[in-house]
Structures are given as structure tokens and as C-alpha cells.
């Protein structure tokens, strides 16, 4: 099997076209499962952002799963295939891992070197792992990439500034401190911006959220305020930022309710919401400074430096699992050969005992063992050097001799290797 990613992100389309493909938690459910059941797909992933939408599949043939999962995306998503072909990038095998591994730490980011993402890596492998859409190929991946993106961010400083797409977004409406905040929503992004804003010095912090409870249980896990959604325009009226980031399919602010609340004074508004939270009108009134998630892309996190030595991680990180998966690949081969010599001892044996009737128990022992040892020293040194060789790129090739010196077939390998690999999974 071979790794496939299909996605897009704000490096391949605006917002305008994001917010049509973004997923909320049902029709990221739906997408994973209908991928998984594709004729082409053996494993299926979906990592779903606020500015990133991308499916991660193993497949046995490039075009039949690239055309697969682009058909199921267009399907789930509501956006026609030919609007969305222009905005879509495929990764295969060594480019899909590191593909991952740049996206795990934050290479990939809207703002770059952002620690956000790792979690969201982290979230998206545990959503595949308890739909049972995640096998041990997927599973191999995103826990290396796990290990990448710690590794980055303990040797290097991509991370050190701290900066988010909230905190980014802060900075950009005029900062916050001693300011009076609303924050619309209740997820993971209004609970990082409401710690922002709390920590960085805000004056006071407002929650409001459609489902109530969740707007406490954040408020008092933070040392904010929970209001009903329904009272947004009276708070708004007594706030001069709002932070909106619900999963709502609509506007959440109109242009009137920024209007009226603003009334021509300095008053800050960070939608990082996908799809937008805020009407784009709300831009024109007066006192108003509205920034949204396109006008947050590219922005830098960590140094040339840090990011450079981030790259060179990635690099050398996506190599060594490379390597790794290419020994891997000759293990079936080398089980097969072994498996193939034992039967040849066995009837060997049968076929001298047949000969020599007269052969007593230890010289039968001592025979079969002298038989042993001739096979196993004539098949170690190339085995043990075909898995030394599989590491280097091109590596599967060697399996490939191995299997042609030694008149192999594929059935052959499989029959012998897939019992044992289908109970190393259930354990």
C-alpha cells in the first residue's frame, strides 16, 4: 500500500473557496468512512482545520485513489469537482510523509511555526483510531509525525514566540490589553483566545456560546464570563473587541450588530471562524478593524533560522522513515525464502529416511541438524544483506532479486507472511 494526500489549504485557495469545503464534525465523520470504503483505499484519514482540509488514504493504485477520494470530497463537501480540481494538491507516498510532517510542525501553518497543529495532528489521528478508519500504515505515519513535531519544537525555537492565528490576529486589531472582550463561541480556538486575552492583560473576557453549558464549563475553567447567545448585541455594546469562532454555517455577527455596537468608536473584530463568522460589511463601518483569517496568511512565527533548521528535521526525519519502510518491505521476502528452505529440509529428510531405514533416532537427529546448518549459513549472509541494502532508496528492488533468484512468487510471500501480519494488527 501507498500513502495518498488530497487536500486544500490556504496555500492552494482563498477563503472564499475554504469555507465552502470546510467540515464540521459530522461530514468529517462521513468523509473518513466513505473514503475508507473505497475500492482503491485501504486506510483512510481526514485533517480538518480552520484553514486546511485535507484526506490521507493508503491506497494500491495512484489514479484509481486519487480519483476516489477527490470524487468523495466534491460529494461531501457540495463543491462540483471541476471548481474544485484547480484548488486541490496531491502528495504521493515520500511526498505525502513529508507533506505531514511539514503540516505537524508548522512549516505548513497559516502562521508559521504555530503549536496548534500538532494537536490538531493528534486529534485528527485519535478520530481515525476510534472510527477504525486508521490501520497500522496510517497509524505508523501520524505517530512519526507526532515525534517530528515534538522534536522541532524541542531543538529549535519555530515555536518560542508563541504566536497562534489568535494571538497573530490580536496583535493585528490593536492588541488587547486593558480591553473589554467578547469571545463567540466555545471550541478549542475560543478557549485559546480566551486564554490569550486573560493572560495578555485584557480587562475583562465575555463567553458566549448557542449551547450554553459549554459556554460556563469554558468560562469557569478560564475566569471569564458565559452569556447566552442571545444576548451577543447588548455585550457587544459593552465590549471594544470580539473574538468569533463558532462552527456555525452562517453569519453569527451582521453588519448592523457590529454597527450598532461600535457607534464610530475603536472597536476591534478577529474572525477566525471557517466559514466566517462575521459579515465582510462589518469592514466599512467607521472606528471598526475587522481581520479575518485571509488577512493572516503567510505571517512568520519563529526566525529564518529556526525555520531552516526545521526544514532540515523534516527532512532527515522523513529519510529515516523512508528507510524504515523500505527494510520493512523485504521482510515478507526474507519469511517467504526461509519458509521455502525449511519445506525443502523437511522433504529431504522424509527422502533419506526413505533411503536409509536403518538410521536410529540420533543419527536421524544429527543429520537433519548438519542439514540445518548448511541452510541456514547459505541464506544468511544474503538475507541479512538484502535488509541492509532494502534501506537505501531504491531498496525494494533488491527484495524483488531475492524473490527472482530464488523463484518466489508474490502468492508465494503472501500466503506465508499475511496469517502472521494480520495478528501482529488484532494484537
Do not use: W
Not at 473518513?32 to 481526514?46: G, H, I, N, R
Not at 525555537?157 to 490589553?177: T, W, Y
Not at 529416511?353 to 541456514?376: C, K, Y
Amino acid at each position: 500500500m501507498s500513502y495518498l494526500v488530497v487536500g486544500i489549504s490556504h496555500r492552494s485557495a482563498d477563503i472564499n473557496v475554504l469555507e465552502r469545503v470546510a467540515l464540521d464534525p459530522d461530514a468529517a465523520t462521513k468523509l473518513a468512512l466513505t473514503v475508507k470504503q473505497s475500492p482503491a483505499v485501504a486506510e483512510s484519514a481526514v485533517l480538518a482545520t480552520c484553514n486546511r482540509t485535507e484526506v490521507y488514504a493508503t491506497v494500491d493504485r495512484f489514479h484509481a485513489g486519487m480519483d476516489e477520494v477527490t470524487a468523495i470530497l466534491a460529494d461531501i463537501t457540495g463543491v462540483p469537482l471541476l471548481d474544485l480540481a484547480e484548488h486541490l494538491y496531491v502528495h504521493f507516498e515520500e511526498g505525502a510523509v513529508a507533506h505531514l510532517f511539514q503540516v505537524a510542525v508548522g512549516l505548513d501553518s497559516m502562521i508559521v511555526g504555530e503549536s496548534q497543529v500538532l494537536g490538531q495532528v493528534k486529534e485528527s489521528l485519535r478520530f481515525g483510531q476510534d472510527l477504525e478508519t486508521i490501520g497500522t500504515d496510517l497509524n505508523a505515519l501520524f505517530q512519526h509525525a507526532l515525534r517530528v513535531g515534538k522534536r522541532a519544537r524541542a531543538e529549535t525555537g519555530i515555536d518560542s514566540a508563541g504566536r497562534s492565528v489568535v494571538s497573530a490576529g490580536l496583535e493585528a486589531v490593536g492588541g488587547f490589553e486593558g480591553r473589554r472582550a467578547l469571545v463567540v463561541g466555545a471550541g478549542s480556538m475560543a478557549s485559546l483566545a480566551a486564554q490569550t486575552l486573560l493572560n495578555g492583560g485584557a480587562k475583562s473576557v465575555t463567553i458566549a456560546n448557542r449551547n450554553y453549558e459549554r459556554a460556563v464549563a469554558l468560562a469557569d475553567r478560564v475566569g471569564a464570563t458565559a452569556i447566552q447567545l442571545a444576548a451577543v448585541p447588548e455585550a457587544l455594546a459593552d465590549a471594544d473587541l470580539v473574538v468569533s469562532c463558532t462552527g456555525a454555517r452562517g453569519v453569527v455577527l451582521t453588519e448592523e450588530m457590529i454597527r450598532n455596537a461600535a457607534d464610530g468608536r475603536p472597536f476591534g473584530v478577529l474572525d477566525v471562524a471557517l466559514p466566517r463568522d462575521v459579515a465582510p460589511e462589518a469592514a466599512r463601518v467607521a472606528g471598526v478593524t475587522l481581520v479575518t483569517l485571509a488577512d493572516l496568511a503567510g505571517t512568520a512565527g519563529g526566525s529564518e533560522h529556526d525555520i531552516d533548521e526545521v526544514r532540515r528535521i523534516v527532512g532527515e526525519e522523513t529519510g529515516s522513515f523512508e528507510a524504515t519502510r523500505r527494510a520493512a518491505s523485504v521482510a515478507p521476502t526474507v519469511v517467504a525464502l526461509r519458509a521455502m528452505a525449511t519445506e525443502l529440509v523437511d522433504s529431504e529428510l522424509a527422502r533419506l529416511e526413505r533411503r536409509l531405514p536403518g538410521l536410529d533416532e540420533t543419527q536421524r537427529h544429527e543429520v537433519a541438524r548438519t542439514i540445518q546448518r548448511v541452510v541456514d549459513k547459505v541464506l544468511h549472509n544474503p538475507t541479512v544483506r538484502v535488509k541492509e541494502l532494502a534501506a537505501d532508496p531504491g531498496g525494494p528492488t533488491y527484495a524483488d532479486a531475492l524473490r527472482q533468484l530464488f523463484a518466489l512468487d508474490q502468492a508465494t510471500v503472501d500466503a506465508v507472511t499475511t496469517p502472521k501480519a494480520s495478528g501482529g494488527e488484532q494484537a
